[in-house]
């Protein structure tokens, strides 16, 4: 289906939800457009679950990704909401050229600025994004007035940045972790200081932005990403003896050699290990390899990713949640990882490495257990201490439930956003908005 067939088959349907303050008598209802390289994506549950609390909070929300990656498995609630996405790949490269040019043609200016703006930093990445920023603009010209907001700095920004510049829709951007610490720094400015506003996940990512990239601390909102209490703070412990889970995409930064080599070593020390470690990714060979090599095929259990309705049972049974993030040399790094925060909200006792913004979640000896990254041998210490200590876990599981309830609430944490986006919306209702 064309992006306009897929447009004009939702009519209004895109942006009925008007919040309080959105539109009014005389004005034309705004769109949210919430603009993605790949949608659906399993690893990115947390713009999925931003997604469908938004709309819980009354905020029009239109998907529009590049492209569907089309992966083996999927959130079912994401899944559910392919047929209403705006694909910008979802048509023959004719219909895109066509549809391209006719939007040149309608911005002439818009066009030498976006297309002066790249040829200042020629890539072959460049120019692949401002072809998708002509889609862009193509493919939201129907929804009426809108805000863009793009979720991450690197792709997704690049192009609402320069569909910005072409039309002048406004627009905003998460930055989240390997996005923000990977792209050059000229670049993620350049973006912020055309954006409305700048969104992140953490406070260590928020300095970042303000000492580093030079972003005005008052345009930085800082919104972590919530738990789905609803679903985590009801399960049941019933916790297996031994027990490790992890979870995560099989990707060098989540550090699960550094996991595997910590059962090699608690398999050394005598201590009998159940470790599951559930995902997937480009890595899985070398990992599995791994465990090939230490003999740990009866202790180190790799499975498949699934959907998180699926991780709940694992969850419950797990004595100790363990995942070992790292900074890699590109700078790639987790910001807060989701799972950490499933984990803390379903009352498992943590083990992680302090880097990024993991200390804002998890409080060494409070909640779950800090130790440095790369290392195999401190990380199967703290293991070891909670694996052979019941009191230290029920106290480290029953702190992590209360504050997760107190600090990771889904519904809490999207307020803010609600209110960014409604206050947006409000000023491009009457038409300024519209591409």
Known sequence: MSVLEQVERRGTGAITLSPPGVGGEGTTPATLVMFLKRFPRLSETFVLNE?????????????VAVTDPREATAQPEAAALVPEVIY???????????????????HPLGTARAVRAQATHPSRAGLRHLAQAFLLVRAIRRLGPVHVHAHFVHVPASVTYLAHLLSGVPFSFTAHAKDLYTTDVARVARRAKAAAFVVTCTEANRRY???VVGVDPARIKVCRHGVDLRRFAQIERRPAPRQILSVGRLVPKKGFDVLIRACAELTRRGVDVDCRIVGDGPVRADLEKLVDELDLRERVRLERGRPQVEL??????????????????????DGIPNVLQEALAAGVP??????????????????GRLVEPNDPIGLAGAIEELLHDGALRARLGTAARTLAAQEADLTECVRPLTAEFSASLSSVSGGSGRP
């Open 350 to 367: 943590v083990v992680t490495t302090a880097i990024s913004g993991i200390p804002e979640v998890v409080r060494d000896g409070v909640n």
């Open 88 to 106: 910008l790949q979802g048509e023959p490269w004719p219909r895109r050229l066509l549809g391209g040019l006719a939007t040149a043609a309608r």
């Open 312 to 333: 709940l049972s694992a969850y419950a049974e797990a004595s100790v949640f363990v995942l070992s993030p790292c900074v890699q040399a590109n700078g790639d790094r």
């Open 51 to 63: 997604i469908l609390e938004l709309r819980r909070q009354g905020v029009p929300v239109q998907i």
């Open 209 to 211: 932005l303000e000492d």
